[in-house]
């Protein structure tokens, strides 16, 4: 079993900037892909940004790429979310996840440990 924690979120107005971290405790020492997911009132769950074990390897959806970073701290058991230019319409809760394996993946489904996730507001 992999729990994990987000923290982070916050109440930021368009075009600032927070840093979401997620931190992994329980059966860490195997390989898992993580990946960050957001969803907004009213909508389905959303992929975000996904990073391999190793960090070689990142996906993003079309509409952050350049505005968010996904990167990770091995040793610390912990993976971040860099979100710079914040739109209003990147309000959501944001949740990480874990999957065993080396791919990362962009469907919900592939994941296997999810957070309770962290709430995002961005004010116009």
């Known amino acids: 079993q992999v729990q994990l924690v987000e923290s982070g979120g916050g109440l930021v107005q368009a075009g600032g900037s927070l840093r979401l971290s997620c931190a992994a405790s329980g059966r860490t020492s195997s390989s898992y892909t993580m990946g960050w997911f957001r969803q907004a009132p009213g909508k389905e769950r959303e992929f975000v940004a996904a990073i391999s074990w190793s960090g070689g390897t990142t996906y993003y959806v079309e509409s952050v790429q350049g505005r968010f970073t996904i990167s990770r701290d091995n040793p610390k058991n912990s993976v971040y979310l860099q979100m710079n230019s914040l739109k209003p319409e990147d309000t959501a809760l944001y949740s990480c996840?874990?999957?065993?394996?080396?791919?990362?993946?962009?469907?919900?489904?592939?994941?296997?440990?999810w957070g309770q996730g962290t709430q995002v507001a961005v004010s116009s």
């Open positions: 996840a874990a999957r065993r394996g080396a791919v990362p993946r962009q469907y919900d489904s592939d994941y296997d440990y």
